[in-house]
């Protein structure tokens, strides 16, 4: 099963302990995709929502204003996404922001015509560790 989700409803889902596993940069730099490694919560209601980790992608048309701060150090893996928040801007716009606490520190930031977020039916738990 597919679960797709648009702007609106991603204010409704949280991203908290997901894992940033890429960035692709498509049109020139013009759009990109945020590939992470998602923990879907539980405990909401309205949308529906995989059972169990799944991979999945956000996908961004129009990008400006992009800003990447991430300090690693010594980090090894991919990097826990803390919060994601997606607010309205004037002219149909969107400001994105995806922040990470510990390892990295810091945050990508954009603006951008339009995001979704996609992902397929969750894997267990197990199977992400194995």
């Known amino acids: 099963m597919r679960f797709s989700y648009h702007p609106h ?11 940033l596993t890429g960035i692709e940069w498509l049109r020139d730099g013009e759009d990109l995709i ?20 799944t991979p999945g ?15 690693f150090g010594e980090l090894i893996g991919t990097p826990s996404i803390y919060d ?6 004037p002219l149909n716009r969107w400001k994105v922001v995806v922040s990470f606490v ?7 930031a954009f603006e951008c015509d339009n995001i979704s977020f996609s992902a397929d ?5 197990s199977q992400r560790e194995g």
């Open 9 to 19: 409803q991603l204010a409704g889902l949280s991203f908290h302990d997901s894992d």
């Open 34 to 53: 945020l590939r992470l490694f998602w923990v879907p919560p539980i405990d909401i209601r309205d949308l529906p929502t995989p059972t169990a980790s």
């Open 57 to 71: 992608h956000f996908t961004v048309t129009s990008v400006s204003r992009l800003t990447v701060s991430l300090d």
């Open 84 to 89: 994601v928040n997606i607010e309205p801007l």
């Open 102 to 108: 510990g390892a990295p520190d810091g945050e990508i």
């Open 121 to 125: 039916e969750g894997t267990s738990h």
